[in-house]
């Protein structure tokens, strides 16, 4: 059973940086795509960012274009998310997921999600 395990949220101050790690187990980390989606409290789960399994292409949400940079090692199993220049509205509870096919933006086409990692942006 494929399990997804992110760390390295936190409280950060605005204009701060933090780095998103999600270990994969269980599965074949790199024939997959990975994504990371985030929900703020009272809003709807929004896609952050994508990459595909080989690392070549990635994808980011308009949001955070400029801010937010996705990474893979495969050889960790490891997939992350260097987060700067953080502002408040990045505050949210954010995610790592597997995806199966299909668009990197679509929610839908993402299988397995992790439990999750808090990040605050506040001063």
């Known amino acids: 059973q494929v399990q997804l395990v992110e760390s390295g949220g936190g409280l950060v101050q605005p204009g701060g940086s933090l780095r998103l790690a999600c270990v994969v187990s269980?599965?074949?980390?790199?024939?997959?795509?990975m994504g990371w989606f985030r929900q703020a409290p009272g809003k709807a789960r929004e896609f952050v960012a994508g990459?595909?399994?080989?690392?070549?292409?990635?994808y980011y949400g308009d949001s955070v274009k400029g801010r937010f940079t996705i990474s893979r090692d495969n050889a960790k199993s490891t997939v992350y998310l260097q987060m700067n220049s953080l502002k408040p509205e990045d505050t949210a509870v954010y995610y790592c997921?597997?995806?199966?096919?299909?668009?990197?933006?679509?929610?839908?086409?993402?299988?397995?999600w992790g439990q999750g990692t808090q990040v605050t942006v506040s001063s």
């Open positions: 997921r597997r995806r199966l096919g299909g668009s990197p933006y679509a929610s839908a086409d993402y299988d397995v």
């Open positions: 269980g599965g074949s980390f790199s024939s997959y795509a």
């Open positions: 990459i595909t399994w080989s690392g070549g292409n990635t």
